[in-house]
Each structure stands twice: as C-alpha cells, then as structure tokens.
C-alpha cells in the first residue's frame, strides 16, 4: 500500500496524474470534501476527516467495479510514534489539495503582480 501511495503523491507531484473533488465523504466527524482520481483498475480517495486540511485523513482504495476494498484513518498520535503509512497518506493529502486548488499557479500569479 505504502508504494502505491507514494507512486500516487510522485505522479502528482510531476503533473502526470489529475485529481478532482468527488463525493463527499460522511464520517464519524461530518461530512469531508474528498479529492479521487480513477485509474484503469481501480480508484482512490483522500480527504482530511475534519474537513480542514489536517489529521486524522481518510485514504480510500476502490477495485474495478467501484467496491470498497480498502479504507485506512491516520490517528492523532504524535508524528514519532504515527505508523509510516500515516506519513505517506498525509504527504499524499497536501500534493493532491494543492493540486485540485491550484495553489501554486496563484502563487506564481501573486508574485508575478509584485513584480
């Protein structure tokens, strides 16, 4: 899990994979705005529990024909003690909401209006 993982956040990190805000997940903590992207075999959610950007996240692995095969909730604990994959869906997590904000576009656009 941990590689697809990190492939997902490298491929988005280059600009080769797109995701998009899909349905909205409902939890334990109300509803979170979910960030997916579809591949060939399968599908993939991220999203922040508490719909604000931070822990705990939701990482949600869909097969083929869009049934839930795996669901994994980072904790709160501290980073030290957090299970390396918590780490991984957290970095996933900020790649792909910077992504689907294009945040780095308007920072480039702000900087460009100060110069």
């Not at 903590?29 to 960030?35: I, M, S, V």
């Not at 083929?64 to 970095?91: A, C």
Request: a negative charge; glycine letters at 8%.
């Amino acid at each position: 899990m941990i590689k697809l993982i990190s492939t997902l956040a490298e491929r988005t990190g280059s600009g080769n994979i797109t995701w998009s805000i899909t349905t909205p997940v409902n939890g334990p903590r109300g509803t979170a705005e979910c960030f997916g992207v579809s591949l060939p075999h399968g599908s993939v959610d991220v999203w922040s529990e508490d719909n604000d950007g931070l822990h705990p996240f939701g990482f949600r692995l869909y097969g083929p024909d869009g049934e839930i095969v795996e669901t994994i909730t980072t904790t709160r604990i501290l980073e030290d003690e957090r299970p390396p994959i918590e780490e991984y869906i957290e970095d996933l997590y900020e790649i792909v909401n910077r992504q689907v904000r294009n945040v780095d576009d308007l920072l480039d656009s702000l900087i460009s209006d100060l110069e």
